[in-house]
């Protein structure tokens, strides 16, 4: 019983997590209605809770390469491509916005590079990252949906609703 409590728990905190994320990528895209000091200094520390996300789960991905060759659901291995390839595209982001960054930058001292092919590829890596999302999300939606409806019934222990383990 307590450990169905706990598990609940975990998943609310991790749906939590996961809105949080969602509804600071999407205000990340609009550089514009937040003004550019706002989505820099929210840029850091959004990739910070995104390192958190990938840092909870860093026992599935263990296991999922532990068990490379055994595990037999194209599911699980499409996942992990997903989630190495959004790594790849946040980090690109990140790194390519810092470089041309008017405040970041410039607060710790240093100065930033004026380069419109950075911006261009800071865009980029955005619309690579959107389709990784898209993806990412299309693959969990099943663990969304149970646990949503799991804070709305009474049971709030919905069978199933653990975190995906490679099979
Ligand atoms: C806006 C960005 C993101 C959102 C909204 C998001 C959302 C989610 C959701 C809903 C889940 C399933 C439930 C959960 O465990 O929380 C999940 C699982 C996971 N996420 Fe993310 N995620 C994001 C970015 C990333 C990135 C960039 C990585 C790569 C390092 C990542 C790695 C993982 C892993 C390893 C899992 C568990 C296995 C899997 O389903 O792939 N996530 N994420
Ligand atoms: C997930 C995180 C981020 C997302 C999704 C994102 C997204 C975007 C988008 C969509 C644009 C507009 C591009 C255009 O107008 O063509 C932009 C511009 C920009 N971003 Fe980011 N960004 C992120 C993080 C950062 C960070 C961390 C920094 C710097 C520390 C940064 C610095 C900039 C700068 C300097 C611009 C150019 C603004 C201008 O000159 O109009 N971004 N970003």
């Known amino acids: 019983m307590r450990e169905l409590k706990n598990e609940s728990h975990k998943n609310l905190s991790f749906l939590l997590l996961d809105a949080f994320l969602l509804a600071g990528f999407w205000l990340l895209n609009q550089p514009r209605l937040t003004g550019i000091l706002i989505h820099e200094w929210f840029g850091i520390l959004f990739f910070l809770f995104l390192l958190w996300h990938a840092g909870l789960h860093w026992r599935w991905v263990v296991n999922i390469f532990h068990k490379f060759f055994k ?97």
Do not use: C
């Open 71 to 167: 595990v037999r659901s194209l599911k699980q291995y499409a996942r992990l491509v997903v989630d190495i390839l959004g790594l790849i595209a946040f980090l690109a982001i990140m790194i390519s916005g810092i470089l041309i960054s008017k405040s970041f930058l410039p607060t710790l001292g240093f100065s930033a590079m004026r380069s419109h092919s950075l911006k261009l590829f800071h865009a980029m890596a955005t619309n690579a990252a959107v389709a990784m999302l898209a993806l990412h999300l299309l693959l969990n939606v099943k663990w969304i949906i149970k646990t949503i409806a799991g804070l709305f019934t009474r049971r709030r222990h919905p069978a199933g609703s653990k975190l995906p383990q490679p099979e």
